[in-house]
């Protein structure tokens, strides 16, 4: 078993911590903010590390610029649950899962989602 191991990924080819370990630097929740106001901060925190991240990647850096957009477009919901999994230590993912509940409650009762953007929220969840 430790031979098919070294056949995919030799010593001379290990990757930087820092590709392998996702570390999200975050300060505690501020006293004066809601919890809304939390939850962008941490989620908006979350994307640019990841976007961060995956420019460490030798060879996301040589993909054409235009396609490493596309690649993070269309993936950027993977990367976030990748991200919080990583993270899981470092962030209370059920208040912030709470947070994100009772959210789409107050907007669902004021009728401020359209039925489109409901479906794309589920589908990104």
Known sequence: ENDNITRVVPDHQTYDPSLVYFNLSLSPPNPAQSREQFLCKTASRILF???????????F???????QVSLLRSSW???FILCLVQCR??????????????????CLGQDIFSLAK???????L
């Open 49 to 59: 590390q990841t976007i961060h991240w995956t420019r460490k990647i030798p060879v």
């Open 89 to 106: 230590g470092q962030i209370n993912l059920p208040s912030l899962l709470d947070i994100i509940t009772s959210s789409v409650q107050k």
């Open 77 to 79: 919901s993977n990367l």
């Open 61 to 67: 850096n040589n993909i054409p610029y235009l396609d």
């Open 118 to 124: 409901i479906r794309q929220f589920t589908k990104a």
